[in-house]
């Protein structure tokens, strides 16, 4: 069965260093969409791909995050640099038409 | 814009009870999706239901049960027959077309089922 992948599932990471996450949407899905899920809440969005461009960033921190998805396929979420009140979980979740969203494991992040 | 609320934070239940989890929802568009998502310990969220705003048919998936009414702008969830496998956390989460298909969730019910 087609899935997101995601990695790391886990990462820690001193306050002000650079780190990295990386998701692979399931094939032929256009749409791909980075959420943050801090403890206790809901996932919310970060940003959201269609194909190789940008619909919607209006909540991603851009002072110190960054997303790409250079040839509308896998994407990578950056973060630099990372802050204490970055620890989350950073999930990926990918849809063919917009009416359903498959969601990765996730990478649970952990700034000390 | 969109909003939704899941008022309960944590139920518990003991096993074989029936559960019944609540979302209230806010929108001002006329086309929209509702969704119950599954996160175990594990972590992912795993789809579970989607409705659309035209269709307010209940729907039964095994011990699984939605009760969708637009005049109250609830999309409530049960479980029958809880089982320990069914503790999680559920959210609700709403899409519309006029903000991108983007999804809005709730802040979540954990659900503990005890055997």
Same mark, same amino acid.
Not at chain 1, 3 to 14: D, G, L, N
């Given at each position: 069965?087609?899935?997101?992948?995601? @990695?790391?599932?886990?990462?820690?990471?001193?306050? @002000?260093?650079?780190?990295?996450?990386?998701?692979?949407?399931?094939?032929?899905?256009?749409?791909?969409?980075?959420?943050?899920?801090?403890?206790?809440?809901?996932?919310?969005?970060?940003?959201?791909?269609?194909?190789?461009?940008?619909?919607?960033?209006?909540?991603?921190?851009?002072?110190?995050?960054?997303?790409?998805?250079?040839?509308?396929?896998?994407?990578?979420?950056?973060?630099?640099?990372?802050?204490?009140?970055?620890?989350?979980?950073?999930?990926?979740?990918?849809? @063919?038409?917009?009416?359903?969203?498959?969601?990765?494991?996730?990478?649970?992040?952990?700034?000390? | 814009?969109?909003?939704?609320?899941?008022?309960?934070?944590?139920?518990?239940?003991?096993?074989?009870?029936?559960?019944?989890?609540?979302?209230?929802?806010?929108?001002?568009?006329?086309?929209?999706?509702?969704?119950?998502?599954?996160?175990?310990?594990?972590?992912?969220?795993?789809?579970?239901?989607?409705?659309?705003?035209?269709?307010?048919?209940?729907?039964?998936?095994?011990?699984?049960?939605?009760?969708?009414?637009?005049?109250?702008?609830?999309?409530?969830?049960?479980? &029958?027959?809880?089982?320990?496998?069914?503790?999680?956390?559920?959210?609700?989460?709403?899409?519309?077309?006029? &903000?991108?298909?983007?999804?809005?969730?709730?802040?979540?019910?954990?659900?503990?089922?005890?055997?």
């Amino acid at each position: 069965e087609a899935e997101v992948a995601q @990695s790391p599932r886990y990462k820690i990471t001193e306050k @002000s260093q650079a780190v990295a996450f990386w998701c692979d949407p399931i094939s032929g899905h256009a749409t791909l969409y980075w959420y943050r899920q801090i403890l206790g809440q809901g996932p919310e969005l970060l940003v959201q791909f269609q194909d190789e461009s940008v619909v919607d960033d209006s909540q991603l921190p851009k002072d110190r995050f960054s997303a790409e998805r250079l040839k509308g396929v896998d994407s990578t979420l950056k973060i630099q640099p990372a802050e204490l009140g970055d620890s989350a979980m950073y999930l990926c979740a990918s849809s @063919s038409t917009g009416l359903e969203a498959f969601f990765g494991q996730g990478t649970r992040l952990t700034v000390v | 814009a969109q909003k939704v609320t899941q008022a309960q934070t944590e139920i518990s239940v003991v096993e074989k009870e029936d559960v019944t989890l609540d979302c209230v929802y806010e929108t001002r568009d006329t086309t929209y999706y509702l969704f119950w998502y599954k996160q175990p310990p594990s972590g992912e969220l795993v789809f579970l239901i989607r409705r659309n705003s035209f269709d307010e048919q209940n729907e039964i998936s095994g011990r699984y049960s939605w009760n969708f009414q637009k005049s109250t702008s609830s999309f409530n969830f049960t479980i &029958t027959a809880s089982q320990v496998v069914d503790s999680a956390v559920y959210f609700c989460a709403l899409s519309a077309v006029n &903000t991108g298909n983007q999804f809005y969730f709730g802040t979540g019910t954990s659900l503990t089922v005890i055997p």
